[in-house]
Every structure is written in structure tokens, then in C-alpha cells.
């Protein structure tokens, strides 16, 4: 068992030329601020608000989640999951880290019989027509996944599916074939379950979409597929135990919330780049960057005051792009934060052959391994970015396990609450994408809901 940690000497005052954050400081002020916020984040848990903290511990909804899992596993070929945002982030963020490499390339008994596993997320054609046009529908199941039930991408993806599922197989087609995951008792997607007898598992109402990747709307796909969805659930409980402690520097999470909050309000970095250094954690990055981007980009604080600061989340990665961005974050404007992820043990590793040593750029290559490259890229970058006084922390873990990577999701989740109440505003809540779901509902017909003013068409604005 691995969990993560924190090495954040590359932040600190001190060891960063010309900035950093002044170490007696986590010991005064930030240890005080960081008091209160945990405070809050503690009075909402216990208001019932931030139900992601009890997922790991919610044993009825795990065994109803594996028992659905068991009947579908063995009957596909393909498991397709359709949904968006928070509903497929989690869902791809795991399939990176867990299922091994090219899983759906696999055949099928490299895959131990599971099925191939496939995101719906996106509503283009091209890409929809082209799954479709692979997937044979009798072999084939559908996980619809939507929190309100109403999304307009993941509603139009059923549509699609039920339609396919149906002019294949008959009527009773799509009964078999589609299970939803949604909140219990209400919303369309829970209406449309109840009356065709779809297979059902339950977000629970404390339990935002992108707060929902320990629930059934990522496990439920990854127990299809074989992931050990129990370790995963042991780590994130680990990680929460872990980040129960008001001591902020006993507190992982909040230590990461507390410096990426410090380097955005005081250090002018409100670019906030989470480069890993692994393919595995590929996923991993874009989920953090939604779960960044909508939990703390909010205009007005709890008060109804503009906020006047706020971070921007960014994926990156190692080492592909210190061959791209790497001179924006080395040269470019001081606005940047890196938190670089990586691991000490790769699952299997390639060695590098000892051949033409007459060549010195090849020479010191050889006898190492691919990781050593790797991770030796990862430790030069920070280092690197320390000597020109940009500031970076590592998150590390000993190996990419279930478990580890379980602990890796609470930790981030529990980092952006906290510093949701750092920041002063409700990292619960998303206003700033309902206008364009409006107006997206509007353009589509739907009654009741507002339709965009029609371009203007005055050719002095066009070229």
C-alpha cells in the first residue's frame, strides 16, 4: 500500500531564489487560516453537504455497485459509458491509471473476459457514428451517467444508443442493455429507469458530479472492467483519515490547498499546471483540472462580493511536454505554479541497451532503464524551475496501485474544499456554466428556456 505525499521545499522561501513562502508562516498565520477552514469544511460535512467524504464507508451502495457489475460483466463484449464532465472524467481517470495500457486493443482473454470499456462524452458525429459502426448492439452495454438526469450531451447520446440498441434487436433491446447511474428517486434519467425496468444505481443527493468518482458513476465501469474497486475505496479512506487534522502540516490536503492558495493570492501565480510524469496519470490530470476549474473559479464569494482572485488549472506532461510548454513555464511570465506527480516504482520497466559507446549522448544511456530517464527528467525539470525562481511542489506516491490511486482522488477532492473555504467562496456549486445549458436548451426547442439572440450577421464583423 502506497500514499501519497507532499514534498513542497521548492515553494519555500529560502530554497526558491527571489520567492516562496516564508516557512514560520505554516506555523503562524497559514496555520491559523488553515484552522478555519477546516473548521468549515468540518460544520458542512456535518450538515450533510459534502457527501464524497462517506462514499469510501457507504458499504450498501459498494455491494449493490458490485452485484449490478457481476451481471454485466460477463455477458458484453464492449461497456460503453455515456456521459460528461464529472459523469466521464472519473470513469477515464481510473481506466488510465488501473487497466492496463491499450486495454480495448486487447483480446479477450488478455482482458480476463471483461468487456472493452468506451467514453460517450462529446456529442460529435464523426466519433459517435465511428463507435457505433465497431460495436456490435447485441454484445453491447450502455451506462448512462448523469447527476441531474437532464444533461443535454449525455440525453442526446441515449437517444442515439436506445434508438441503434432498438432498430437492432427489437423493443425489448435496450432493457437489457442499459443501466443508469443517477440520483435516487428523481430527474428524468431516474423516470426513464423506473419505466422500462432499466438496472439503476443510485448518486447520492450529497454528492456533486464532479465529487462523484468514488461513487457508482466511475466504479461501477471499473468493477466492470476488473478494477479493484475495494483498494481503491481503502486508499481514499486513508487518505480522508489522513486529512482529518485541523495541524496543517500533518494535513496533506491541507497543505496543497494552503500553498496553491498562497501562490495564487500572494505570489502572483494563479496558473496552477499539474504535470505528471507517467501516461497512467493522464486522466488523473484532466479530472483535477475540472475539479479545479469548477469548484474555485467562482465570481463572488460567499457574501455576494466580487472575488478578485483565482486559480486557472492546467494539465501538462512530463516528459513530452518539456519538448512544448517547458520554455513557457521556465522563461515565460512569472504566473505559474507546477505540481509536478509522479511515482518511485513503475509496474515494469524497460531497460536501455548498452550499444554504441563511441557515441557519449548514447553511451550514458545505456545500462539504465526507461524509468530511470523518466523520473530523472521529472527531479532535473523541478530542480531546474527552483534555480530559475519558479516554484513547484511533487506529489509522490511509491507505486500507481488501486490503492494509491484511491488515495490520490480524496486527497485532491478534500485539497479543492478546503481551499474553496481559503478562497471564500462554495466550491459545491457550478453558476458559471448554467447560462450556456440554458441557452443551449433554448436553441434546441425546449420550452420554457431562454434562445440566444441570433448572430449579427453585419459583414463588417466578418473576414
Known amino acids: 500500500m502506497s500514499s501519497p505525499t507532499i514534498?513542497?521545499?521548492?515553494?519555500?522561501?529560502?530554497?526558491?531564489?527571489?520567492?516562496?513562502?516564508?516557512?514560520?508562516?505554516?506555523?503562524?498565520?497559514?496555520?491559523?487560516?488553515?484552522?478555519?477552514?477546516?473548521?468549515?469544511?468540518?460544520a458542512r460535512r456535518r450538515a450533510g453537504e459534502m457527501g464524497f467524504f462517506a462514499l469510501p464507508a457507504d458499504r450498501d451502495l459498494t455491494v449493490r455497485t458490485g452485484a449490478v457489475a457481476a451481471t454485466v460483466a460477463p455477458r458484453f463484449e464492449s461497456l460503453v459509458v455515456i456521459g460528461i464532465g464529472g459523469s466521464a472524467l472519473g470513469t477515464a481517470a481510473l481506466r488510465d491509471a488501473l487497466l492496463p495500457p491499450a486495454w480495448n486493443e486487447l483480446d479477450a482473454a488478455s482482458r480476463g473476459g471483461r468487456p472493452r470499456l468506451h467514453l460517450m462524452d462529446n456529442p460529435d458525429p464523426d466519433s459517435v457514428a465511428a463507435l457505433l459502426g465497431r460495436l456490435n448492439p447485441a454484445r453491447t452495454c450502455f451506462n448512462v451517467v448523469s447527476k441531474s438526469g437532464s444533461t443535454a450531451e449525455t440525453m442526446a447520446h441515449l437517444l442515439v444508443a436506445w434508438t441503434w440498441v432498438e432498430s437492432s434487436l427489437g423493443p425489448g433491446g435496450p432493457r437489457e442493455r442499459f443501466v443508469v447511474t443517477t440520483s435516487p428517486g428523481r430527474g428524468p434519467l431516474r423516470k426513464l429507469a423506473e419505466d422500462h425496468g432499466l438496472l439503476a444505481l443510485d448518486v447520492p443527493d450529497a454528492v456533486g458530479g464532479r465529487f462523484s468518482v468514488l461513487s457508482p458513476a466511475a466504479l461501477f465501469p471499473a468493477a466492470v472492467t476488473g478494477i479493484d474497486t475495494g483498494a481503491v475505496l481503502a486508499g481514499a479512506a486513508e487518505a480522508a483519515a489522513r486529512c482529518s487534522t485541523p495541524e496543517l502540516l500533518r494535513n496533506s490536503a491541507g497543505v496543497l490547498a494552503t500553498l496553491l492558495h498562497v501562490a495564487d493570492t500572494e505570489m502572483g501565480c494563479p496558473v496552477h499546471v499539474f504535470m505528471p510524469y507517467a501516461d497512467r496519470l493522464r486522466g488523473l490530470a484532466y479530472w483535477i483540472q475540472q475539479l479545479w476549474a469548477e469548484s474555485l473559479g467562482k465570481a463572488v464569494d460567499r457574501e455576494g462580493r466580487p472575488v478578485e482572485s483565482g486559480p486557472t488549472p492546467l494539465p501538462s506532461f512530463g516528459a513530452a511536454d518539456q519538448h512544448s510548454v517547458l520554455q513557457?513555464?521556465?522563461?515565460?511570465?512569472?504566473?505559474?505554479?507546477?505540481?509536478?506527480?509522479?511515482?518511485e516504482v513503475p509496474e515494469r520497466d524497460v531497460g536501455i541497451p548498452e550499444r554504441f559507446a563511441e557515441e557519449p549522448a548514447l553511451a550514458c544511456l545505456g545500462g539504465h532503464t526507461l524509468f530511470d530517464l523518466l523520473d530523472a527528467e521529472r527531479r532535473a525539470t523541478a530542480e531546474a524551475m527552483r534555480r530559475e525562481g519558479r516554484p513547484n511542489l511533487t506529489v509522490m506516491t511509491e507505486r500507481l496501485d488501486a490503492h494509491a490511486v484511491g488515495s490520490l482522488l480524496m486527497l485532491f477532492q478534500i485539497a479543492v474544499v478546503y481551499a474553496g473555504e481559503l478562497y471564500g467562496v462554495n466550491p459545491?456549486?457550478?453558476?458559471?456554466?448554467?447560462?450556456?445549458?440554458?441557452l443551449t436548451f433554448g436553441l434546441m426547442g425546449r420550452d420554457g428556456y431562454p434562445r440566444p439572440e441570433a448572430p449579427r450577421s453585419d459583414s463588417r464583423w466578418r473576414v
Open 7 to 42: 514534498d513542497f521545499a521548492n515553494a519555500v522561501a529560502g530554497v526558491v531564489p527571489g520567492t516562496g513562502i516564508d516557512p514560520d508562516r505554516l506555523h503562524g498565520d497559514l496555520a491559523a487560516r488553515f484552522r478555519d477552514a477546516h473548521a468549515a469544511v468540518t
Open 328 to 343: 513557457l513555464l521556465m522563461e515565460g511570465p512569472r504566473d505559474k505554479i507546477v505540481v509536478f506527480l509522479g511515482r
Open 428 to 438: 459545491l456549486d457550478q453558476p458559471g456554466v448554467e447560462l450556456g445549458k440554458k
